[in-house]
């Protein structure tokens, strides 16, 4: 399946930042970097180098995510590998990440997809895969059901690769939260695709892939 997602779709090389340690306790009354910064994925590039702890509380403008608590650790999805220390506190870090984007006509936040997003993540990139692929409409099923299980396998390597989702909100709110897009980041080799893009991304760099956007949403 990663081989038949690898060729389905475009891949972009992202390039690393200055490798940084810090630590992060956030003020509601201040916007952390990862959250001011115009690019998103080098921010998340930051984050993933780092210790790096944070928390968001209920009464901050800037939360976006909803109130329960959610634990990639108990993701069923995520298989039982053991992590280490720093995969742990890698994977704190990514269950907090939110990049928040007022926009002229809504808003626009990316965080990481969760479980029961899967299915319509799923249905987003096949979709675009059988637009780009000119392919009939009686192989979206099929397809869905193989990105699907691309999403789950991919799932098993947090925090190494992560699929990012991203959800619209127009100012009315008439149409509530919708989905906007994905990206799927790649952090290092062991995170990387087992069959290698085109172009061939340099060894253990970031880069990402499957990337597509809603069409509605389109520009």
């Not at 959250?35 to 209920?58: D, E, G, I, K």
């Not at 808003?107 to 637009?131: P, Q």
């Not at 780009?132 to 999403?151: I, T």
């Not at 789950?152 to 127009?170: N, Q």
Request: charged content about 20%; proline content about 8%.
């Amino acid at each position: 399946m990663a081989a038949a997602a690898a060729a389905l779709s475009p891949f972009l090389y992202l390039d690393p930042n200055q490798r940084q340690h810090f630590h992060i306790h956030l003020n509601p009354t201040k916007t952390p970097p990862f959250l001011s910064s115009r690019n998103p994925l080098l921010s998340l590039q930051r984050l993933h180098q780092c210790n790096c702890r944070c928390s968001f509380p209920s009464s901050s403008p800037n939360s976006v995510t909803p109130s329960q608590y959610y634990s990639f650790l108990d993701d069923p999805f995520r298989g039982s590998r053991f992590l280490s220390n720093e995969e742990l506190e890698k994977l704190k870090a990514l269950e907090s990440f939110v990049y928040l984007q007022e926009l002229e006509s809504g808003s626009l936040w990316v965080r990481v997809m969760r479980n029961e997003e899967m299915d319509l993540t799923a249905g987003l990139l096949a979709e675009s895969f059988a637009e780009s692929m000119l392919m009939p409409l009686g192989y979206g099923a099929l397809l869905r059901f193989l990105v699907k299980q691309y999403l789950i396998e991919r799932r098993a390597v947090m925090p190494h690769a992560v699929t990012l989702v991203g959800f619209y909100r127009d100012k009315g709110g008439e149409k509530g939260n919708e989905l906007a897009g994905t990206v799927e980041v790649c952090f290092d080799k062991r995170g990387a695709n087992a069959s290698s893009p085109t172009p061939i991304p340099p060894k253990n760099s970031p880069y990402i892939c499957n990337m597509t956007v809603t069409k509605q949403l389109r520009r």
